[in-house]
C-alpha cells in the first residue's frame, strides 16, 4: 500500500461520512509524520455500522476477500489483484464512547492524529500504539516501530524492547 492509496482511500471514506482510525504500520507513519518504511497493508479501526458501506466500496474496486487465521467479522482482511490489502478492525461504541463489542479499543486509545503526505489522518494514540505491540513473537518491523514512537514520544520502552534503548548522551556543562 502506498501513501496515495492510503489517503485516497481515507479521503473517499470521510466524503462518505465514515470516520475511520488508521492502525498498524501506517498508523505509526502517521504518528510519526512521515513513511520510515514499506507497508504491505494499511490496517483500519472502524465502527461496525460502516462496515457493509466499505465492503460495497472496496469490492466494486475489485477487492475480494483474504482468508487468514484470525478472520472473524470483527477482524478481515480484504485484497485486490494489485497486491493492495485492507485489514479491518470493527467494534461498537456504548453511549459513552467506549467501545463496547468487537475489537477491543481502550478507552484513550482512538485519541491520535497523525499525518500522510501532508494530510491530517486519526490514528491510534502513539502510547497505545506502542502498547499494542507487545505480547507476541516480534518481527523485525516491531523493532523498528516501537524504537521509533518510544524515541519520538518519550514513551518508555516495553521490557521486551528495553534492549532497543538508546543511551543518553551526557550533556556538556558550559561555565
Not at 55 to 77: C, H, M, P
Not at 166 to 175: G, L, W
Request: hydrophobic residues 35%; aromatic residues 10%.
Amino acid at each position: 500500500m502506498t501513501s496515495a492509496d492510503v489517503i485516497g482511500f481515507y479521503t473517499k471514506l470521510n466524503r462518505m461520512g465514515i470516520k475511520i482510525w488508521i492502525d498498524g504500520g501506517w498508523g505509526v507513519d502517521a504518528l510519526l509524520g512521515k513513511q520510515t518504511r514499506p507497508h504491505g497493508d494499511l490496517d483500519i479501526a472502524v465502527e461496525k455500522k460502516y462496515v457493509a458501506q466499505i465492503r460495497e466500496l472496496l469490492e466494486a474496486q475489485g477487492y475480494k476477500d483474504v482468508i487468514k487465521d484470525d478472520t472473524s467479522e470483527w477482524n478481515f482482511v480484504l485484497g485486490d489483484d494489485h497486491g493492495r490489502q485492507i485489514d479491518v478492525h470493527a467494534f461498537v461504541f456504548d453511549d459513552q464512547g467506549n467501545v463496547k463489542e468487537g475489537i477491543k479499543y481502550p478507552a484513550g486509545s482512538l485519541s491520535g492524529t497523525g499525518v500522510i503526505d501532508g494530510h491530517a489522518v486519526n490514528c491510534i494514540s502513539p502510547e497505545h500504539m506502542v502498547k499494542f505491540h507487545t505480547g507476541y513473537k516480534l518481527r523485525e518491523s516491531d523493532l523498528h516501530d516501537v524504537a521509533a514512537l518510544c524515541e519520538r514520544f518519550g514513551i518508555e520502552y516495553p521490557e521486551e524492547y528495553v534492549h532497543l534503548k538508546k543511551p543518553r548522551r551526557p550533556t556538556k556543562n558550559i561555565s
